[in-house]
């Protein structure tokens, strides 16, 4: 017997068939000996379409009381899906975040989760019930309702299964595991039976959305095994875990991308102290996140161009901002383009294999691909290029580390060098 905690995405529970079979397979589980707790999304959609009523009602919502309105999506899932279950014989109790006792900060929209009061859970379950608990939820301590934000559903699984000291987490989707590259992208792209935490979470930091960031985060501090699967096959999914010595023998192991970033650059900025501080405290303070920094020199002794990325829906905001700051300081001027795409490459086998950026620039140039900006970590290297290029960057580099293969016969950079 296990303890198994399970999550289902809204397109895995979009109708009521989808709920029957959803309920299906997990009576069948719950047949074979395992303890379940089951998280459910709200049905595919039924978000968008509670987001479009909020602003139906008015063009700011109120931050607490689209919370409210939002989690009742989910609460539609677990109950449908509990009656499912019931039909067919078993027990099964449905729990909204409040009632699970999932604890969250004060912050409407896109609360991250304190703790978790797991007493609530664990009776249902001594008790034999299938636990049905809603995603994407939990309260504050003052008792308001709060939402994860898009995608909370996967951090509330992994959350839970690390609180309950369970056996494992299973997240079931519309894809059958994680991929080296996007298969809406590249029909190459091969389906990974194991990648390690560090690099899922470069993968969902870099525009992958297989898993929410956060959710990969609790399963590498808490060392939870999160296995990403299909809700439509019995395909064994993809393994997400600690790193190991065979996946350290694959260089890389995907290639990511996002479109939805855009370049900011101010020109002719005073190289001294305390001007990095003028020019990215403003950008700070007004909630805006800074990701790629580049400063390079001028044409004009003693000052410095310093170039950055930011997410492209606050584009036109940082370039006011950066423009008031600018003439603060007494920089040149400022410019930008929103039409940029960032393409990585990530592998935990990257901190031991040399030669690794260069085929990555060799690839992107034999296709005419300019490099904007580059930024690099152990087991990263991201490149800023055109938006325009992104599928053919996409492409290339994943034939130049060859990623169609079995990763056990993966390219060897340095061997080749």
């Known amino acids: 017997m296990a303890l198994?905690?399970?999550?289902?995405?809204?397109?895995?529970?979009?109708?009521?068939?989808?709920?029957?079979?959803?309920?299906?397979?997990?009576?069948?589980?719950?047949?074979?000996?395992?303890?379940?707790?089951?998280?459910?999304?709200?049905?595919?959609?039924?978000?968008?379409?509670?987001?479009?009523?909020?602003?139906e009602m008015s063009p700011h919502p109120d931050p607490r009381e689209l919370d409210v309105l939002l989690a009742t999506g989910e609460q539609v899932t677990i109950a449908l899906f509990s009656m499912a279950v019931k039909d067919m014989g078993f027990e099964a109790v449905s729990m909204t975040g409040y009632q699970a006792g999932i604890i969250t900060d004060h912050q409407y929209g896109h609360a991250r989760?304190?703790?978790?009061?797991?007493?609530?859970?664990?009776?249902?379950?001594?008790?034999?019930?299938?636990?049905?608990?809603?995603?994407?939820?939990?309260?504050?301590?003052?008792?308001?309702?709060?939402?994860?934000?898009?995608?909370?559903?996967?951090?509330t699984a992994v959350a839970l299964a690390a609180a309950l000291k369970a056996d494992a987490c299973e997240i079931y989707t519309d894809v059958e595991g994680v991929y080296t590259t996007d298969p809406n992208v590249y029909h190459k792209a091969r389906k990974l039976r194991r990648?390690?935490?560090?690099?899922?979470?470069?993968?969902?930091?870099?525009?992958?959305?297989?898993?929410?960031?956060?959710?990969?985060?609790?399963?590498?501090?808490?060392?939870?095994?999160?296995?990403?699967?299909?809700?439509?096959?019995?395909?064994?999914?993809?393994?997400?875990?600690?790193?190991?010595a065979d996946m350290e023998r694959v260089v890389v192991s995907g290639i990511t991308y996002s479109k939805k970033e855009a370049r900011v650059t101010v020109t002719d900025v005073p190289d001294v102290p305390g001007m990095a501080f003028k020019l990215f405290h403003p950008i700070a303070e007004a909630g805006i996140n800074v990701d790629m920094i580049i400063q390079g020199s001028s044409?004009?002794?003693?000052?410095?161009?310093?170039?950055?990325?930011?997410?492209?829906?606050?584009?036109?905001?940082?370039?006011?901002?950066?423009?008031?700051?600018?003439?603060?300081?007494?920089?040149?001027?400022?410019?930008?383009?929103?039409?940029?795409?960032?393409?990585?490459?990530i592998g935990v086998g990257m901190r031991s294999h040399t030669g690794v950026a260069s085929v990555m620039f060799n690839?992107?140039?034999?296709?005419?691909?300019?490099?904007h900006m580059i930024s690099t970590s152990e087991i990263k290297i991201s490149c800023?290029?055109?938006?325009?290029?992104?599928?053919?960057?996409?492409?290339?580099l994943h034939d130049a580390f060859e990623l169609h293969k079995d990763p056990c016969n993966g390219i060897r950079v340095a061997e080749e060098r």
């Open 4 to 55: 198994v905690v399970q999550k289902y995405g809204g397109t895995s529970v979009a109708n009521v068939e989808r709920i029957r079979s959803v309920a299906r397979r997990v009576v069948e589980r719950k047949k074979a000996g395992d303890d379940l707790v089951v998280v459910l999304s709200a049905r595919a959609g039924d978000t968008d379409r509670l987001i479009a009523l909020a602003l």
């Open 195 to 244: 990648i390690s935490y560090e690099e899922m979470l470069e993968m969902a930091s870099m525009g992958a959305k297989v898993l929410h960031i956060r959710s990969v985060e609790f399963g590498m501090k808490y060392n939870v095994p999160i296995w990403v699967r299909s809700s439509f096959t019995e395909d064994p999914g993809t393994l997400v875990t600690q790193e190991d």
């Open 299 to 345: 044409a004009v002794p003693g000052r410095a161009n310093i170039s950055f990325t930011v997410p492209k829906a606050d584009y036109e905001k940082t370039l006011a901002l950066a423009e008031k700051v600018s003439g603060e300081i007494g920089a040149g001027y400022v410019h930008g383009n929103p039409n940029i795409a960032k393409v990585s490459i």
């Open 113 to 155: 989760i304190s703790w978790i009061e797991t007493v609530p859970v664990t009776e249902k379950l001594r008790e034999g019930k299938i636990v049905v608990v809603a995603g994407f939820q939990g309260y504050d301590d003052e008792g308001n309702i709060t939402t994860l934000g898009r995608g909370g559903s996967d951090t």
């Open 384 to 396: 800023v290029i055109d938006e325009k290029y992104t599928e053919l960057a996409v492409r290339v």
């Open 363 to 371: 690839a992107l140039a034999k296709e005419n691909i300019n490099i």
